[in-house]
């Protein structure tokens, strides 16, 4: 398959599924990953399960301490509370996908831009474009947030060995495809602060904080603050129903999707996502929110070839930096 036509396709498929839709109930399943060594065959199982059936998971005995997570989105508010012209020192560069943004992202299921501004870091990218906040203007986040980005890159790699094990790679195969040490390196950590609803306008709710999307990596690990909801998803196989679930944070634990980028690797055996954030609804939490996702997103040199040959090769730089232009795009 056409590697140009089959991206296109993955575009194409978020732009069918704008529209409001409905609300019903789902079952999310949830992974326990104590003990993980000695249980991974049990849990790889779980996470394969809960991928081919709806690709979205939550998971507990995570291994990142509650007082790290807590501690990481105090520090992210340290950065959107900056003036816009401290902020506006660390752009995102055009196909580049780190630095700050406002509402510039267009979704192709909404055409309009998510109610959010959002910091992105790719630590090479970081460095090599200057876009660590200063010290002076921001002291200490450069140092607490690269340790919370290999908290999450740690538990990434884990959940990642599973899927691996299930499709006949070796464990290590996409730690290997994600490394850190290597100038290709693209995961990311990226801090999203949707904008407060006090005081808006009754048009105003009529947007989306994130138009319905699915997202270009391998795996999403989510951090989300209790009673700050918003985030619903719509399984790939039942998009064109526009049935969608509502998935509250939980304290203790962390929700994880599948994106597309695992999705097409594992010979669409794994699915992919479609999920959102609503604006609040009535007598709901209507402050600012702040959600805290990394993405795992193999290196830019990494080969993506299924275990089953269903697409041709194509390198994991090509393929996000497609994704990138097309969802930051001038419309």
Not at 79 to 89: D, G, I, W, Y
Not at 93 to 101: F, S, V, Y
Not at 155 to 169: E, N
Not at 190 to 217: C, N, Q, V
């Amino acid at each position: 398959m056409n590697t140009k036509t089959d991206t296109l396709a993955e575009l194409a498929k978020e732009a069918t599924i704008g529209g409001m839709g409905t609300t019903v109930d789902r079952e999310i399943p949830v992974i326990d990953l104590s003990d993980f060594d000695n249980r991974k065959h049990e849990i790889a199982d779980a996470l394969w399960q809960a991928s081919v059936d709806i690709g979205f998971f939550q998971v507990y005995n995570h291994g990142i301490a509650q007082d790290d997570i807590d501690a990481a989105f105090d520090t992210a508010w340290t950065f959107f509370e900056l003036p816009a012209e401290v902020k506006a020192k660390t752009p995102m560069p055009k196909g580049i996908n780190a630095g700050w943004e406002f509402k510039a992202q267009v979704r192709p299921s909404t055409g309009t831009p998510d109610n959010k501004e959002s910091f992105q870091l790719t630590r090479p990218d970081m460095i090599r474009l200057n876009l660590w906040p200063s010290e002076d203007d921001l002291p200490g986040f450069r140092e607490k947030m690269l340790r919370f980005e290999r908290q999450n890159w740690e538990l990434g790699m884990r959940i990642l060995s599973c899927f691996a094990l299930k499709m006949g790679f070796a464990e290590d195969f996409f730690t290997k495809a994600h490394d850190p040490s290597s100038d290709q390196y693209q995961s990311t950590l990226r801090l999203i602060h949707y904008m407060s609803m006090e005081g808006a306008k009754p048009e105003d709710f009529t947007s989306w904080r994130a138009g319905a999307h699915s997202d270009f990596d391998c795996l999403t690990v989510l951090h989300q603050k209790e009673g700050e909801g918003g985030l619903q998803v719509c399984p790939g196989k039942d998009a064109a129903l526009k049935e969608w679930t509502d998935v509250p944070p939980r304290k203790g634990y962390i929700t994880c999707n599948i994106g597309d980028m695992l999705m097409r690797w594992s010979d669409d055996q794994l699915q992919s996502t479609l999920h959102r954030v609503r604006m609040p609804r009535e007598n709901e939490y209507m402050g600012r929110r702040l959600s805290l996702p990394f993405f795992c997103q193999a290196n830019r040199d990494a080969v993506m070839q299924g275990p089953l040959g269903k697409y041709e090769a194509i390198t994991a730089g090509e393929y996000l930096t497609r994704r990138i232009n097309a969802n930051f795009a001038k419309k």
